[in-house]
């Protein structure tokens, strides 16, 4: 048994030691992914449920590794975030979403993902504000999600920089909603302009009695705090009527279009010209 015990140990020794090598390979190549032209975006519709008229897109990031291959973003941003990469990366996925939007002949919204690092970072409403100027983008079509851990190590901070983001125009989100530490005393301390349901709720709805009681309870909650309300995840016709009968106004999911690269949306983004 002790022979068991020691191999074992050895065992997981050996997998821990391959577990911090493949972390720290993973980060050295995210250093050059940007320079290489690694990272792109993708773009997945916001839509207004009642119509399924688009009402603008989240820009979601991909990482296509020479080796790898494509490395889903669970794999790396959680690196990014622990490196500081975040920053670098964070920033050029800003500046190339809102590029992209200012130049749609369409007004549609466009939801940029911030993590806590860059929420707290020195200066980065004002790197922001810098941004929507140097690209055109009106700031008034710039949502940012964010994350109630963005708000938990430094609320005061976190505070003064979405008031700021607020003052230029920008919509601010709040992602991933009822998941992790959630406090509902964040949507009363916080300038937030909208609530996200987390997939993980929308997904059970007709499977969890749990799931569907959340999911209508956020829905009154944003309704008694004045907050449009967006569900993340819908992927069927009976979610989606459920979603309606409950007073969702705002969905996202596969139903209405996986997260794709901007080219396959020429149609949506762009009025027809006709010369
Ligand atoms: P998130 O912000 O909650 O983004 C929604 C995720 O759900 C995306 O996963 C999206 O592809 C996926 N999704 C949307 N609709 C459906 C659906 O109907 N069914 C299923 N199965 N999935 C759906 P993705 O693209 O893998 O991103 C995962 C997470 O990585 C994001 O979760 C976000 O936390 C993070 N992330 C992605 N891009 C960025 C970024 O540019 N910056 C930061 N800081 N984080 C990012
Ligand atoms: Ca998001
Ligand atoms: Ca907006
Ligand atoms: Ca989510």
């Not at 911090?20 to 250093?31: Q, V």
């Not at 991909?62 to 920033?91: D, K, Q």
């Not at 969890?208 to 009681?213: S, Y």
């Not at 139903?255 to 949306?265: H, M, S, T, Y």
Request: aromatic share 6%; net charge negative; glycine share 10%.
């Amino acid at each position: 048994a002790k022979q068991e015990g020691k191999g074992t140990y050895r065992f997981f020794e050996a997998a821990m030691g391959a577990q911090i090598r493949e972390r720290r390979s993973i980060e050295h190549d995210l250093h050059n992914a940007i320079e290489n032209g690694e990272l792109s975006l993708v773009y997945q519709p916001q839509a207004q449920l009642e119509t399924g008229e688009v009402l603008g897109f989240e820009v979601l990031l991909r990482w296509n590794h020479p080796v790898r291959g494509l490395v889903p973003p669970s794999a790396f941003i959680p690196i990014a975030e622990e490196s500081g990469l975040i920053l670098t990366i964070g920033e050029w996925v800003m500046r190339h979403a809102c590029q992209e939007a200012a130049t749609w002949t369409r007004p549609l919204s466009i939801a940029v993902n911030v993590s806590a690092l860059q929420l707290g970072s020195d200066g980065f409403p004002h790197l922001v504000q810098g941004i929507v100027e140097e690209t055109g983008l009106s700031a008034e079509r710039l949502e940012i999600e964010i994350t109630e851990t963005a708000l938990v190590r430094d609320p005061h901070r976190a505070l003064l920089a979405l008031q700021r983001l607020k003052e230029l125009g920008v919509t601010i989100a709040m992602d991933d909603f009822g998941t992790g530490y959630s406090s509902l005393s964040n949507l009363q301390a916080f300038p937030f302009d909208k609530i996200k349901i987390d997939r993980s709720f929308v997904q059970a709805v007709h499977t969890k009695p749990q799931a569907a009681a959340i999911v209508r309870a956020v829905l009154g909650l944003g309704r008694g705090l004045g907050l449009p309300v967006i569900a993340e995840g819908v992927e069927t016709p009976e979610e989606l009527s459920f979603l309606g009968q409950e007073g969702c106004t705002e969905v996202q999911g596969y139903l209405f279009g996986r997260p794709v690269p901007i080219n396959e949306l020429t149609s949506l983004i762009c009025d027809n010209v006709i010369v």
